[in-house]
């Protein structure tokens, strides 16, 4: 699983920005695709994606609101898919299962 330890590290060498562990909001749902938000998970990695799917969200707020966004395979948890959205837009992608990144 994506843990708060790997979401720090992953900010800190992806944008380069410091998170505070006690700064961070995090929730997870169980989501189903109609209920997936677009800006989050595009159609085409929808078609990728198991139904349902637990959706995590960690979200951070300093100079800018960061929500860092992992799909889990519902039934073991294991990382899907990870995108990242800084002040509403979309800044990265990466879907985890095959290794494959894509930069918005």
Same mark, same amino acid.
């Given at each position: 699983?994506?843990?708060?330890?790997?979401?720090?590290?992953?900010? #800190?060498? $992806?944008?380069?920005?410091?998170?505070?562990?006690?700064?961070? *909001?995090?929730?997870?749902?169980?989501?189903?695709? #109609? #209920? =997936?938000?677009?800006?989050?998970?595009?159609?085409?990695? =929808?078609?990728?994606?198991?139904?349902?799917?637990?959706?995590?969200?960690?979200?951070? &707020? !300093?100079?800018? !609101?960061?929500?860092? *966004?992992?799909?889990?395979?519902? $039934?073991? &948890? &294991?990382?899907?898919?990870?995108?990242?959205?800084?002040? *509403?837009?979309?800044?990265?992608? #990466?879907?985890?299962?095959? *290794?494959?990144?894509? &930069?918005?």
């Amino acid at each position: 699983m994506f843990g708060l330890e790997q979401l720090i590290d992953f900010m #800190e060498e $992806k944008f380069g920005v410091a998170v505070e562990l006690n700064e961070i *909001g995090e929730e997870t749902v169980l989501l189903y695709h #109609e #209920e =997936l938000d677009e800006e989050l998970i595009s159609e085409d990695m =929808l078609q990728i994606l198991p139904n349902p799917v637990s959706f995590c969200s960690y979200i951070y &707020n !300093e100079e800018s !609101e960061w929500v860092i *966004g992992i799909a889990l395979e519902a $039934k073991t &948890n &294991n990382p899907l898919f990870l995108v990242c959205l800084k002040d *509403g837009v979309r800044v990265y992608e #990466e879907l985890l299962k095959r *290794g494959k990144s894509k &930069n918005a």
